[in-house]
């Protein structure tokens, strides 16, 4: 299976930049997705493809990579974008990293 | 609009079977692939297998032996089927609609969700 490691916890404060990364323990290729879970709530898709914007979701989320290294951006960094991140990748069966909770200060 | 529902007990006693249905609306089952993906609480998402659009399916191959995902499609529901539970199949159970493999994939809707509990 290929795994998905992301850092567990970032802090930022309002109206910052905030990049969120997540490594591939193999190449998939541009075949990575991003999603955001607030609690209580299930996944919801921001980025597919790494780097393209899914359907309503607000401009100040951007993705890029491919093969092994990617990151999600979020700028600027809004109060309700208090939620943990979660990469997906479907290259190979599907797997997902553990998340990076984003506190905002 | 595209929905999709659980439905299912919310506990089950361990060595017995899970078993859940998706019931979707606003799309068809024969245009798009359904997959599960559960959760366990404070932890990342587990996908656990696939019904493609055109009837195949496809398992994690973790759960495999224990894991049957079927459809009825006249009824625009998906079923998921595991036998031989254990506390640490207990975690929140989602049904998605799937875009599929490379890079148009994603699972792009979400059920609400059906919390499981694996206890006696």
């Known amino acids: 299976d290929t795994v998905l490691t992301q850092s567990p916890a970032l802090a930022v404060s309002p109206g910052e930049r905030v990049t969120i990364s997540c490594r591939a323990s193999?190449?998939?290729?541009?075949?990575m997705h991003w999603y955001q879970q607030k609690p209580g709530q299930q996944p919801k898709l921001l980025i597919y493809?790494?780097?393209n914007l899914e359907s309503g979701v607000p401009a100040r989320f951007s993705g890029s990579g491919s093969g092994t290294d990617f990151t999600l951006t979020i700028d600027p960094v809004e109060a309700d974008d208090t939620a943990t991140y979660f990469c997906q990748q479907s290259w190979n069966d599907p797997t997902f990293g553990s998340g990076t909770k984003l506190e905002i200060k | 609009q595209v929905q999709l529902k659980e439905s299912g007990p919310g506990l089950v006693q361990p060595s017995e079977t899970l078993s859940l249905t998706c019931t979707v609306s606003g799309f068809s089952l024969t245009s798009y692939s359904v997959s599960w993906v559960r959760q366990p609480s404070g932890k990342g998402p587990e996908w656990m297998g696939r019904?493609?659009?055109?009837?195949?399916?496809a398992y994690n191959s973790a759960l495999k032996s224990r894991l049957s995902i079927s459809r009825d499609t006249s009824k625009n529901q998906v079923f998921l089927k595991m036998n031989s539970l254990q506390t640490d199949d207990t975690g929140t159970y989602y049904c998605t609609r799937d875009r599929g493999l490379w890079v148009s994939g994603g699972f792009d809707y979400w059920g609400q969700g059906v919390m499981v509990t694996v206890s006696s």
């Open positions: 193999e190449s998939v290729s541009t075949g």
């Open positions: 019904m493609w659009y055109d009837g195949d399916t």
């Open positions: 493809g790494a780097s």
